[in-house]
């Protein structure tokens, strides 16, 4: 039987709600839910304003401070958890993976903007004073439409949220809408892509490019010059970052984690495990929950 840690659905998070979208004051929803402080994942994609607060939350393991007017972007899939040391407040909107799918025409829209690339260093921003009334009044806006009865209310809420996004989006270096529009990005997100359906079965850099229908060589620039890293670099840290997101659950032996992951023995992904994080799978569990 296969386990994992806490997944959770938009019905299950607010009183208000539809089957697509949730959005609360944060304060509210953070007092109902106080589960959500532990690591879990969310099927949906969510979205969290601060306006007061201190203390950290981790995405993907990868440990954030908080503070007022910082915004965070989650795809579904990733795994959260928070610890405050002063009460926060602000705004949550959750909404499920296909929320635009009936309204754009184009289905992978929310893929333009950076921060819903699903990379933790890129879905934390702070929003800076002279943006600060204009993004909150949005947000109340949103607040109010999500409950009203007017029959044009689940339109409205998906041009707020997008009007959001975009003035958002603005906010980031300029460089990026060079970045989004250029065929090397369009590439490089298509490998991303790829490795996130696949990354059980393949692990070849090769492998990529053949579906990619570019040379290995190619795949491997592309991933130094605007990642950083090569082409087999990215790939693995998909995988640990799975084995990693694994392991959080207790409950699920490391021998069952090797099993999901396609690793041929526990032995070899315990080995594995280690040269790419510098601690053994028991080791990384022992030590994520000391923090």
Avoid at 223 to 244: T, W, Y
Avoid at 255 to 269: A, G, P, R, V, W
Wanted: with cysteine; charged share 25%; net charge negative.
């Amino acid at each position: 039987m296969k386990h994992d840690i806490p997944i959770y659905d938009i019905d299950s998070l607010s009183a208000l709600r539809s089957e697509e979208i949730m959005v609360s004051r944060f304060g509210v929803y953070s007092k109902k839910h106080h589960h959500l402080h532990y690591p879990h994942r969310h099927s949906f994609y969510h979205v969290v304003l601060f306006t007061e607060g201190g203390g950290f939350q981790f995405i993907d393991f990868e440990r954030f401070e908080v503070k007022p007017w910082q915004i965070y972007f989650m795809i579904p899939g990733q795994v959260h958890g928070w610890n405050f040391d002063k009460p926060a407040d602000g705004y949550v909107v959750n909404f499920s993976a296909t929320y635009f799918q009936s309204f754009l025409l184009k289905t992978d829209y929310l893929r333009k903007f950076s921060f819903f690339g699903g990379l933790a260093n890129e879905s934390v921003l702070d929003i800076p004073d002279e943006s600060r009334k204009e993004i909150r009044d949005l947000f109340e806006e949103l607040l109010k439409a999500v409950t009203s009865d007017s029959r044009f209310r689940d339109d409205y809420t998906r041009i707020l949220l997008l009007k959001a996004f975009i003035l958002i989006s603005d906010l980031v270096p300029e460089k990026d809408s060079a970045y989004v529009s250029s065929y090397n990005y369009t590439l490089l997100k298509n490998f991303q892509q790829l490795i996130e359906d696949n990354y059980t079965v393949l692990r070849l850099p090769r492998e990529y490019a053949e579906l990619l229908y570019i040379t290995p060589n190619h795949l491997n620039a592309l991933c130094n010059d605007l990642l950083g890293i090569p082409a087999g670099e990215v790939i693995r840290n998909r995988v640990i970052l799975e084995a990693k997101r694994l392991l959080v659950n207790l409950d699920l032996p490391v021998t069952e984690i090797s099993y999901q992951l396609n690793f041929k023995d526990n032995s070899y992904f315990s080995r594995f495990f280690k040269k790419y994080t510098g601690e053994t799978p028991e080791e990384f569990r022992k030590n994520t929950f000391k923090k």
